[in-house]
């Protein structure tokens, strides 16, 4: 099991430009999230998917969009980025939303510039 | 809103101490804590989880504890290694259900 999987690991992108974030997990999990990590604001909560064909805002859904493609991949875009965009960006999955362990991917580390 | 806080912020010991590492949060109707930890430029790796009925959870030389109602729950680690350094998150899921909200973490430095 690779469990969950992101692409791509790095990015650079100019401010206005546009890119999507690739995530899957093998695990046959229901739940999906998306993540940023910033210095001293810790993790927040993006987006997520509590099953397929759902999705829902979290704590900083402004200038994001996402899609679950299918149970195993739920991608997050951004369609003009801004410097503010600047993170590292987490993908998660999990069997249920409320009781279940969270199992992360290794992270995108994106820098709009 | 829920909030939590991870004292102490950065914390460095010797090879061979127990130490413990403490988590507060403000709303006490969560569904479950849990502790991570993450290594520099890496994903989180999922330690405990322990859900809001329990007390604790052990894990190897790990053990969670959670006391909902005072809002506190430590990490225990026991005789300590050099390959326990790395940044610990304790992050609690709400009674909504719909997000882990996260401590600013500890980040673990265990000399040799």
């Known amino acids: 099991n690779a469990g969950v999987t992101q692409t791509p690991k790095f990015q650079v992108l100019k401010t206005g430009q546009s890119m999507t974030l690739q995530c899957a997990q093998d695990?046959?999990?229901?739940?999906m999230y998306w993540y940023r990590q910033d210095p001293g604001m810790g993790l927040r909560l993006i987006y997520y998917?509590?099953?397929?064909?759902?999705?829902d805002k979290g704590e900083v859904p402004n200038g994001y969009n996402v899609s679950r493609l299918n149970k195993r991949e739920f991608s997050l875009r951004l369609e003009s980025a801004a410097p503010s965009q600047t993170s590292v960006y987490f993908c998660?999955?999990?069997?249920?939303?409320?009781?279940?362990?969270?199992?992360f991917g290794p992270g995108t580390r994106l820098t709009v510039l | 809103k829920q909030e939590v806080t991870q004292i102490p912020a950065a914390l460095s010991v010797p090879e061979g101490e127990n130490l413990v590492l403490n988590c507060s949060f403000t709303?006490?109707?969560?569904?479950?804590l849990q502790w991570f930890r993450q290594d520099p430029g890496k994903g989180l790796t999922s330690l405990l989880l322990?859900?809001?009925?329990?007390r604790e959870q052990t894990s190897g030389r790990l053990n969670a504890s959670l006391d909902k109602s005072s809002g506190r729950s430590t990490l225990y680690i026991a005789a300590s290694q050099p390959g326990d350094s790395a940044t610990y998150l304790c992050?609690?899921?709400?009674?909504?259900?719909?997000?882990?909200?996260f401590g600013g973490g500890t980040r673990l430095m265990v000399k040799p």
């Open positions: 709303d006490s109707a969560i569904y479950n």
């Open positions: 695990m046959n999990h229901n739940s």
């Open positions: 992050a609690v899921n709400n009674n909504a259900g719909n997000m882990l909200t």
């Open positions: 998917s509590a099953s397929e064909g759902t999705t």
């Open positions: 322990i859900q809001s009925s329990q």
């Open positions: 998660a999955s999990s069997v249920k939303r409320y009781v279940d362990t969270q199992y």
